[in-house]
């Protein structure tokens, strides 16, 4: 089951511009998460925000969590060629904490 | 040590076949997972271990049998796939404490490549 998604689907901006993704989801969460993965390859943990937190940095990073809206952003500044990936928010399913359930994902390609 | 590491990389298996993924880890993580992902598709949750025991089972057709062997490994039998299993299959691994795994980050190995033909 898919507990979020995500908007745009694809987004392409050039370098250095800043890219701004959307999670919106659909239970109540403890927490929600962000993940990067890179073509066909594992994920990588880039922040977690707790559901009593409403925004949370992490260098070039920046998220927000409207829980009221049962929303997520994800800034990206100052956008690199390396930052091309699939970006993905995950949360937990509300009815159990063992279950880490992603949305349907944001690709982002940063033009040289 | 920081990682997961899963092995083989990359598999090509015939539907009569058996094989197995493993999926070490040594952060002394007392959740272990594995995920399904199609291409162009979120990963999809398959199994929960805390403690080594099974957790969760999210209705994986018994040709998948996972196995935990002690703290910081992993395995995933196949037996009788079919070709619409043909998927990156993802292990990660995270703490276990007072407030459940899915609190906190998860560790993702680089996957396995699975192609069943």
Redesign the interface.
């Known amino acids: 089951s898919q507990q979020g998604e995500e908007d745009p689907q694809a987004l392409s901006i050039q370098e250095g511009e800043n890219a701004t993704m959307n999670c919106s989801y659909k239970t109540s969460i403890n927490n929600l998460q962000w993940y990067r993965q890179n073509s066909g390859r594992g994920l990588v943990h880039l922040i977690l925000i707790r559901s009593n937190e409403r925004e949370k940095h992490s260098g070039r990073l920046r998220v927000t969590l409207d829980t009221s809206k049962k929303s997520s952003s994800l800034l990206i500044t100052a956008s690199r060629a390396a930052d091309t990936a699939s970006y993905f928010c995950a949360t937990d399913s509300g009815d159990s904490s063992y279950k880490l359930i992603f949305g349907s994902g944001t690709r982002l390609l940063v033009r040289p | 040590d920081t990682e997961?590491t899963?092995t083989p990389k990359h598999l090509v298996m015939g539907m009569t076949n058996k094989k197995s993924l493993k999926c070490e880890q040594h952060m002394g993580h007392r959740?272990m997972?594995w995920y399904k992902q199609k291409a162009?598709?979120?990963?999809?949750?398959m199994f929960?271990y805390?403690y080594e025991k099974l957790?969760?089972n999210e209705s994986v057709p018994s040709r998948f049998s996972p196995e935990c062997p002690n703290s910081s490994l992993l395995n995933l039998h196949l037996h009788a796939l079919q070709p619409e299993d043909s998927a990156?299959y993802?292990c990660?691994s995270s703490q276990d404490k007072g407030?459940?795994?899915?609190?906190?980050?998860?560790?993702?190995?680089?996957?396995t490549?699975l192609t069943v033909v």
Do not use: D, H, M, W
Request: no cysteine.
């Open positions: 997961v899963q959740a997972y162009k598709k979120p990963p999809e949750l929960v805390s957790s969760i990156l993802l990660a407030q459940g795994p899915a609190n906190y980050g998860y560790t993702f190995g680089s996957g490549r």
